[in-house]
């Protein structure tokens, strides 16, 4: 197969990887033939001819020792890591898809995702709590959305799985979901354990630091607020006793002629 070379010198294969490259999301064989063939009117190519180039691509990768490759993830072609290098980005990474999820959000999607289209009842019924709110916090995140009506009573919305969650878990199709039998047999794996327990205990060293940095600043505002509304009260209590009647506090309590001849004579005498 012969690489077309475009008038700048710019070769075809290069062209199918940039736009790959360059796609916020997987792009499709069809969505490259076009951008290829309208613009440039000398060549013809179809979708297979954009795979044959891709696995070309993915050749010149593996030959030359790269840690990432082209793979077709929810209809679409898109950059990934290679697999063996997945241990040391989870560790990177700190297993940020699982703090973004809550456990109960990882489970309601689990659940919809293996046996989709789903209602909202039999998930609860599934989970044994309402999962309102986590549905919704799934759906805002992109990850399952509406699929139509149950024909039962009330019809309640049905919920499916989305094309970003094929793409956020590396998924073609929902058909590459690994079987229960699967995942069973991956956890019982002695490395595997080995490597959730030591994700575990690196995930929780982070959120017990997070909650250690934030619980001074905490306490300290609220210490600082407690003082400066205990000053404040101890202020207007001294002003309330020197000056009751809102006088200033340097001007003097005037004595009636009377009553100062009724003064015993030492009072008189420190007055004079």
């Known amino acids: ?18 736009l790959i490259f360059a796609s916020n999301e997987p792009i499709s064989g069809s969505k490259i033939r076009q951008i290829i063939t309208e613009n440039e009117e000398q060549i013809e190519i179809d979708e297979e001819t954009v795979d044959l180039f891709v696995d070309k691509l993915n050749q010149r990768y593996e030959e030359n020792g790269l840690s990432f490759g082209i793979e077709l993830i929810g ?16 560790i990177f990474q700190h297993e940020n898809a699982y703090r973004k999820l809550s456990q109960s959000a990882i489970e309601t999607l689990a659940i919809v995702a293996y046996r989709q289209p789903i209602t909202k009842p039999e998930v609860d019924q599934i989970r044994g709590v309402d999962s309102g709110y986590i549905i919704r916090q799934l ?12 024909d ?23 058909e590459d979901l690994p079987k229960p039998r699967e995942i069973e047999e991956i956890l019982k794996d002695d490395d595997m354990a080995e490597h959730r327990q030591l994700l575990l205990e690196r995930q929780l060293m982070m959120e017990t630091d997070e909650e250690e940095a934030n619980i001074p600043d905490i306490f300290k505002d609220v210490e600082i607020e407690a003082e400066e509304e205990e000053l404040e009260e ?6 309330s006793e020197e000056d009751p009647d809102g006088d200033n506090e340097d001007s003097e309590i005037p004595v009636d002629e009377e009553d100062e001849a009724d003064l015993p004579e030492a009072e008189q005498d420190e007055e004079e």
């Open 139 to 150: 759906m805002e995140k992109a990850l399952i959305e509406v699929a139509g009506r149950a």
């Open 1 to 18: 197969m012969n690489d077309y070379v475009f008038i700048d010198g710019t070769r075809l294969s290069s062209v199918i990887e940039a």
């Open 152 to 174: 039962s009573p009330g019809k309640p919305l049905l919920y499916k799985t989305t094309r970003h969650f094929l793409r956020h878990f590396g998924l073609n199709t929902v």
């Open 234 to 239: 101890i202020k207007q209590r001294v002003e």
């Open 75 to 90: 209809g679409g072609y898109t950059f990934v890591t290679q697999k063996k290098f997945h241990y040391w980005l989870s």
